[in-house]
């Protein structure tokens, strides 16, 4: 999605809490069916992305139409997670069957370009819909990004000029430029003295109940006295996410930051630019990037995956809301949060 595709997206779905919530989930749940009904697939995406941005626990059906929303466009990725949470909110042999079937008949895949003029080809073009879909969805993903990983039909592929044949089930595939290459995480001891004129203040690992997820790194540029000047301050800094993890996926993304921010009262004014980042978001694989980035000269949050600006939410109050899930009172862990206002450790 271009930049400017993306901030005409950035209209209002409010983080709110209790009846305000429910209201707006019955809405948002209404207003994908009645899109569903129209074959208005984009709409599904779009209402579906700004329900996890509220919630995660939802009907079995809404998932299912976020399904085929992701289907229709060919992320087999998306596909499999709301398909997992169909799954999960009402047990279904149907469902089941459906996730086998793809894993059967897709294999997971990471793709690189270094420039990003690259062209994939099936050795042997697919005549279902759904696989050509899936190998559109890659290329256009990996020509804009520089790095994708997802599912592609099995088959053998060129790729610039490297050939790789990607089979179910088997590991995952790296290729770049001809050559298979390695992911190394960042440590935070490699991390970066400094983003633009702000320097490393505390870095720290966010983790869930299994996995650490990344590396949290708190960008500073005049030293502060505790959390709440480190909020305040309209000096250049940043937050960076350095991801540790083979995957963390959109929607998961998403739910995260959207949980983290309803526990807090965002205000009428952050609502749009709360929807706003829930389609700056996008699947994060070990060794991927992303970087919040108050320019206060821009006066905005720059967003930045890898060395790509996505984006810019504008307004000291956006950038405020984004620093207090990390550093305020309510924070996403409290250790980590004096980690990252302190010297820089694991």
Sequence with gaps: ??????LLLFLG?????????????RRLSQDIKSLAQRNAWDGVERKYRELLALQDNHPQHVHMLGADAARNRGDVSSTLDRLSAANEAEASEDIAG??????QEFALVMLRCDPCEVTLNADAPPFRPDFLKAIEFAT???NEKGRWRGYLPSGSYTYGIAAFTATAGEELVLVQSGKNLEVEPMSVEELPAKVGKARLAGAATFSDETTERYLAALYLSKKVEGEAAAIASEEEKAIVLHFLADEMTEDQLIAHLGQALN??????????????????????????????HWLPDRRGVVLEAGKRELGIIKGSDFMKMMWRIYLGPVPFDKEMKAAMLGPASE
């Design 13 to 25: 779905s409010p983080a709110l809490a209790g009846e305000d919530t429910a209201s707006e989930v």
């Design 1 to 6: 999605m271009n930049v400017a595709a993306l």
């Design 140 to 142: 256009e993903a990996v």
């Design 263 to 292: 526990a807090h009262d965002v205000g009428f004014a952050n609502r749009p630019r709360i929807q706003a980042l829930t389609f700056v978001l996008e699947d994060m694989s070990a060794g991927d990037t992303l970087t919040l």
């Design 98 to 103: 459906q996730i086998a079937t793809l894993h």
